[in-house]
């Protein structure tokens, strides 16, 4: 989830969210999770006395969610417009945060309440905005599915090996350029890397190359 602030993006104030309670390929679901876990926390940060900011004489970390968007924009139709309207809804929060969704297919823009999307000019400032606000989310989306997809590889291939930690692991990836390059070296290849104990290089050669 992305923000924009005059028009800019502050990525101080991006998140990433993992669906917890979603099961399979729901896009609708997913969506609402998330929706309600990231309003959910700005509730939570808006109703705490503000007496809590100082914490033994002390200012505490800077709030996080401290105020509401001036838009909520979600990517997609009328679906997904009816996800984030029930989920503002749900929380009370309809009266205080607009919503509107940006369809992709001819960059339709919808509103509740109404059935035809709003006729926002081609080339106007406006649809700029929404265009931008979007193709930010997908690209920092993009970013973050990459690297759970690069984990998963590490994961699955390295995982297990006695000796092979986190950061061994991170480092050897590295090195060698990558997990197919790990799979495939020699024992005398691994046992020359100075951060390797032979007994973890003999180990990651076993494992790729058991007879």
Known sequence: MVVLEDGLPNKREYRRFKVKDVAGNDDYAAMEEVLTRRLQAYLNERDQPLDEDLIDGERRRPRKFAYPPQLLLVDGGKGQLAVAERVVRALGLHDEIPIASLAKRFEEVFVPGRGEPIEVPRGSDALFMLQRIRDEAHRFANTFHRELRGKRMTTSSLDGIPGLGDA????????????????????????????????????????????
């Open 168 to 211: 061994r692991k991170k480092k050897l990836t590295q090195v060698m350029g990558g997990v197919n390059a790990v799979k495939k070296a020699s024992l005398d290849e691994l046992k020359a890397l100075s951060f390797l104990p032979d007994a973890v290089a003999e180990a990651i050669h076993e494992k790729f190359h058991r007879a």
